[in-house]
């Protein structure tokens, strides 16, 4: 593959990235577990679609995913671990773990002690000391606000305190998160056969229409009420096609699922923007 090819592909990575690692950070997962996620995938598909031996070559996987043979020895005996979990903290996570479980941040029987949030005081201890020693870099104000946000902690007379050992961001229903899934992978998939398809004509339906100025909030709710009633009765007929070929499926044959997936899409050029762009509008050179 030329460079040009790769380059182009981060590009599209990138922009495929942006509204998913939005949601990741929203939930707490750090940069460290979405990493060994991209290593077990990596190793998964080099096995399923690029290594066609009948046992697993560490050597030639590592090759193929740019892995090192420790790195891919490690996701295959994590993976074949029965029970196996690995918990990487997050920052928040890490502080409030440190408040609890640090004597000198403890009082009497352990009780997390109220803290202020900067000290002059060598002998008091504070909250921009404890984020230092167990967040190293990360801004005590952002950390506190993030904290008092999740209600893991809360201000009383001037001084901080730990309510809440655990650093709650806001729950998804494990359905959503299966849907999530499910929606990025079917949609990945067309994608990614229709690019790199063999013969003309040989991929899936895969359109787009879409405003050529953009509209304004106003006229997209009104494009959102009427893509509901016009998208719904467009997947009722389908769904009535599917239910008379129910027959004529070969009872015999090999199944594979098929359907179709309608989004409306509403898109703000800034999010579209590249993190170079940002870092000069904020006067990084």
């Known amino acids: 593959m030329g460079q040009e090819v790769k380059d182009h592909l981060r590009s599209a990575l990138s922009l495929m990235f942006k509204p998913l690692i939005r949601l990741l950070i929203a939930q707490g997962v750090t940069h460290a577990e979405f990493t060994e996620t991209a290593k077990d995938v990596y190793v998964e598909i080099a096995l399923k679609h690029f290594e066609s031996e009948g046992r697993v ?41 440190g408040w609890y479980s640090d004597p000198q941040f403890q009082g009497p029987y352990g009780i997390p002690l109220e803290l202020s949030y900067e000290s002059n005081d060598a002998g008091e201890r504070s909250f921009v000391e404890l984020v230092k020693r167990y967040s190293g870099d990360m801004a005590p104000r952002q950390m506190l606000n993030q904290l008092l946000e999740a209600g893991s902690v809360v201000e009383a007379d001037g001084k901080y305190k730990a309510i809440r050992r655990i650093f709650k961001h806001s729950t998804l229903s494990p359905s959503l998160i299966k849907r999530l899934g499910e929606v990025g992978y079917r949609v990945f998939s067309t994608a990614a056969k229709n690019i790199d398809k063999q013969t003309e004509g040989s991929g899936y339906f895969d359109r787009m229409v879409f405003a050529d100025d953009g509209c304004t909030d106003e006229q997209i709710e009104a494009f959102n009420k009427y893509i509901k009633r016009r998208g719904q009765e467009f997947l009722e007929e389908i769904d009535v096609w599917f239910s008379s070929k129910k027959e004529s499926n070969d009872p015999t044959a090999k199944r594979k699922d098929t359907g179709i997936y309608m989004v409306h899409y509403v898109e703000d050029a800034d999010d579209a923007g590249t993190l170079r762009d940002l870092l000069l509008e904020r006067g990084v050179e």
């Open 57 to 97: 070559n560490r050597s030639r996987v590592a090759i193929l995913t740019g892995l090192t043979r420790k790195e891919v020895k490690n996701v295959i005996d994590r993976t074949i671990e029965s029970g196996y979990k690995e918990k990487t903290f997050s920052r928040p996570e890490r502080v409030l773990t």
